[in-house]
């Protein structure tokens, strides 16, 4: 009566500590599973905020580019007029000084 009332113990005893066993096992799975998500997760944030700095980089520098041509436009431009009026000065000059002369 005994030995069948430890036997019983016995085997409800190991029955709970696998089952704690399997559900600690279970539970550390699980764990793991949503650690290794939180880290997919981080990663995919810190790929995301890399490539939208990424973006902002090449979108400052497209614009900056356009700034500096827009520029070069202009500077060509204002050199252009600047030399249009030094030419057509240099040639009203030329014209009054050929004509003194010949006036002479």
Same mark, same amino acid.
Do not use: A
């Given at each position: 009566?005994?030995? /069948? ?30 650690? $290794? ?22 979108? /400052?520098?497209?614009?900056? /580019? ?6 070069? $436009?202009? $500077? /060509?431009?204002?050199?252009?007029? !600047?030399?249009? !009026? ?5 040639? !009203? ?7 003194? !002369?010949?006036?002479?």
């Amino acid at each position: 009566m005994f030995y /069948n009332w430890y036997s019983t113990y016995n085997n409800n005893n190991n029955n709970n500590n696998n089952n704690n066993n399997n559900n600690n096992n279970n539970n550390n799975n699980n764990n793991n599973n949503n650690n $290794n998500n939180n880290n997919n997760n981080n990663n995919n944030n810190n790929n995301n905020n890399n490539n939208n700095n990424n973006n902002n980089n090449n979108n /400052n520098n497209n614009n900056n /580019n356009n700034n500096n041509n827009n520029n070069n $436009n202009n $500077n /060509n431009n204002n050199k252009h007029e !600047i030399d249009f !009026i030094m030419n057509f000065m240099l040639k !009203i000059f030329f014209i009054k000084f050929n004509k003194r !002369i010949n006036e002479k």
